[in-house]
């Protein structure tokens, strides 16, 4: 079974690999016009996040459902299910792209944006929201693509689409032949056209390789069936996924109190913790899939095996990856910024936030798995935890009484507290889950 989660894992990998190139590519580039755009970009991060959550979190569901139904054999509600979600995409997107354009002033200005600033941020945030569909469908799909088991070509899409990105954001930014220098605006449209390429790759592997779309217009009674399947899972998870923003948001106004200089380190630093996260993050793609898939079959062995190996790896991760950016803090800082206040924060941030890595995979993890057997308000509840009870308590004590590095410091202490929280909530959890599963109509309820 470890061989089996190794396979699954690792064209993830390349994945995960390619959107924390995204992501840092865009603030690489952007870094290079100076400060004021970079502190701009961090302003935006919390925001993004937000969408990305809600995003994931409905993505969540169908991977959850559609995964079920595969473990099950059951193809032809599968593609159901698929097709249904899509049209439930649309309707997200709407939603997010109006709210978000009548609301940029309101938001960001009690995010502590102001004058240049601020206007930098809505020349970025407008083209971002009119192109809104194409930062929600895709990961609909992706994740869809992942509940077949296919995570080659998942990867595949984000690698390509990174690469696109890297090409783009220099000569949309920047400026070069005919193209003319966009700067901020630039990184916005680059991402809006790399965005559009993965929709594209995905809807048609979905369709050609795993026939998992149909054309059909669906009646209205069937697709509101799949939505409440879906949602029963999605929007909790989305819940749940939108207190990591809205947390970040929180901590960005904290931040904002000791200067722009703050901003643009601490979003320099969310960029590039990235690539902490990105071989947890393959392993944690897997999951759902994984687990949804032997719920479903009724293997308890396998579901048990893999909940004791992902925790495992991610303690052993989150040590290594401690002592990795410690040693290199001040090398990665210097190739985002000169400006030694930025570049001094960001390098504490370094070496003070990446201690509690392997104890907020721990905590990912398990709230992975409650999404995988249709436990998502156990998953939500972990979260509540860690974000309201225990996160943005001590970042913001944590301000007070040690300054900027206080607010690091909270974020360990949340991270380790909340794990050891999650591991005894599963370890209940999952006991009583088992026993309630015993007899088929309990696990036909579950599913």
Same mark, same amino acid.
């Given at each position: 079974?470890?061989?089996?989660?190794?396979?699954?894992?690792?064209?993830?990998?390349?994945?995960?690999?390619?959107?924390?190139?995204?992501?840092?590519?865009?603030?690489?580039?952007?870094?290079?016009?100076?400060?004021?755009?970079?502190?701009? %970009?961090?302003?935006?991060?919390?925001?993004?996040?937000?969408?990305?959550?809600?995003?994931?979190?409905?993505?969540?569901?169908?991977?959850?459902?559609?995964? &079920?139904?595969?473990?099950?054999?059951?193809?032809?509600?599968?593609?159901?299910?698929?097709?249904?979600?899509?049209?439930?995409? !649309?309707?997200?997107? /709407?939603?997010?792209?109006?709210?978000?354009?009548?609301?940029?002033?309101? +938001?960001?200005? *009690?995010?502590?944006?102001?004058?240049?600033?601020?206007?930098?941020?809505?020349?970025?945030?407008?083209?971002?929201?009119?192109?809104?569909?194409? %930062?929600?469908?895709?990961?609909?799909?992706?994740?869809?693509?992942?509940?077949?088991?296919?995570?080659?070509?998942?990867?595949?899409?984000?690698? #390509?689409?990174?690469?696109?990105?890297?090409?783009?954001?220099?000569?949309?930014?920047?400026?070069?032949?005919?193209?003319?220098?966009?700067?901020?605006?630039?990184?916005?449209?680059?991402?809006? !056209?790399?965005?559009?390429?993965?929709?594209?790759?995905?809807?048609?592997?979905?369709?050609? *390789?795993?026939?998992?779309?149909?054309?059909?217009?669906?009646?209205?009674?069937?697709?509101?069936?799949?939505?409440?399947?879906?949602? =029963?899972?999605?929007?909790?998870? /989305?819940?749940?996924?939108?207190?990591?923003?809205?947390?970040?948001?929180?901590?960005? *106004?904290?931040?904002?109190?000791?200067?722009?200089?703050?901003?643009?380190?601490?979003?320099?630093?969310?960029?590039?913790?990235?690539?902490?996260?990105?071989?947890?993050? /393959?392993?944690? %793609?897997?999951?759902?899939?994984?687990?949804? &898939?032997?719920?479903?079959?009724?293997?308890?062995?396998?579901?048990?095996?893999?909940?004791?190996?992902?925790?495992?790896? $991610?303690?052993?991760?989150? +040590?290594?990856?401690?002592?990795?950016?410690?040693?290199?803090?001040?090398?990665?800082?210097?190739?985002?910024?000169?400006?030694?206040?930025?570049?001094?924060?960001?390098?504490?941030?370094?070496?003070?936030?990446?201690?509690?890595?392997? %104890?907020?995979? +721990? =905590?990912?993890?398990?709230?992975?798995?409650?999404?995988?057997?249709?436990?998502?308000?156990?998953? $939500?509840?972990?979260?509540?935890?860690?974000?309201?009870? !225990?996160?943005?308590?001590?970042?913001?004590?944590? /301000?007070?009484?040690?300054?900027?590095?206080?607010?690091?410091?909270?974020?360990?202490?949340?991270?380790?507290? #909340?794990?050891?929280?999650?591991?005894?909530?599963?370890?209940?959890?999952?006991?009583?889950?088992?026993?309630?599963?015993?007899?088929?109509?309990?696990?036909?309820?579950?599913?």
């Amino acid at each position: 079974m470890g061989r089996r989660l190794l396979m699954l894992a690792l064209p993830s990998l390349g994945g995960t690999f390619a959107m924390s190139a995204f992501n840092l590519a865009d603030t690489y580039f952007v870094s290079r016009l100076g400060t004021g755009p970079l502190a701009a %970009m961090g302003f935006t991060f919390p925001i993004v996040m937000i969408v990305g959550s809600i995003s994931r979190g409905l993505g969540m569901g169908a991977t959850a459902v559609i995964s &079920q139904c595969i473990g099950e054999g059951d193809h032809a509600q599968a593609r159901r299910i698929t097709t249904h979600t899509f049209f439930l995409a !649309l309707i997200v997107v /709407s939603t997010l792209s109006a709210i978000g354009l009548l609301s940029m002033d309101f +938001v960001f200005t *009690r995010l502590g944006a102001s004058g240049e600033i601020l206007t930098l941020v809505k020349q970025f945030m407008t083209i971002w929201y009119l192109g809104v569909i194409f %930062m929600v469908v895709p990961m609909f799909a992706e994740g869809i693509i992942r509940a077949t088991g296919d995570t080659v070509s998942s990867s595949a899409i984000m690698v #390509a689409g990174a690469s696109l990105n890297v090409v783009l954001d220099p000569v949309l930014i920047f400026g070069i032949g005919v193209f003319p220098a966009m700067g901020l605006r630039g990184a916005a449209v680059a991402t809006i !056209l790399t965005r559009a390429f993965t929709l594209v790759a995905g809807v048609f592997i979905l369709h050609h *390789r795993h026939r998992l779309i149909e054309w059909a217009l669906p009646t209205p009674s069937a697709m509101w069936a799949s939505w409440r399947r879906v949602l =029963h899972i999605g929007v909790p998870s /989305s819940a749940t996924a939108l207190l990591v923003p809205i947390s970040s948001a929180v901590i960005t *106004r904290i931040v904002a109190g000791f200067g722009p200089e703050a901003v643009a380190a601490c979003g320099a630093g969310g960029r590039l913790e990235m690539f902490a996260f990105m071989i947890p993050m /393959s392993l944690g %793609m897997s999951l759902v899939p994984f687990i949804g &898939q032997n719920w479903g079959a009724g293997r308890r062995d396998r579901v048990e095996l893999c909940r004791k190996y992902s925790n495992r790896f $991610a303690l052993y991760w989150g +040590v290594c990856c401690a002592l990795a950016f410690m040693l290199s803090s001040r090398w990665m800082a210097g190739l985002f910024t000169e400006d030694p206040l930025v570049l001094n924060i960001l390098s504490m941030y370094l070496c003070i936030i990446p201690l509690g890595y392997g %104890m907020r995979e +721990v =905590h990912r993890f398990i709230g992975f798995s409650f999404n995988a057997v249709g436990r998502p308000m156990d998953s $939500a509840a972990i979260n509540v935890i860690r974000v309201l009870v !225990l996160l943005i308590p001590l970042a913001y004590l944590g /301000s007070r009484l040690l300054g900027i590095q206080g607010v690091f410091w909270g974020s360990v202490a949340a991270d380790v507290l #909340a794990a050891i929280a999650a591991v005894a909530w599963s370890q209940r959890v999952f006991t009583r889950r088992w026993s309630a599963a015993s007899s088929p109509l309990s696990r036909a309820d579950a599913g």
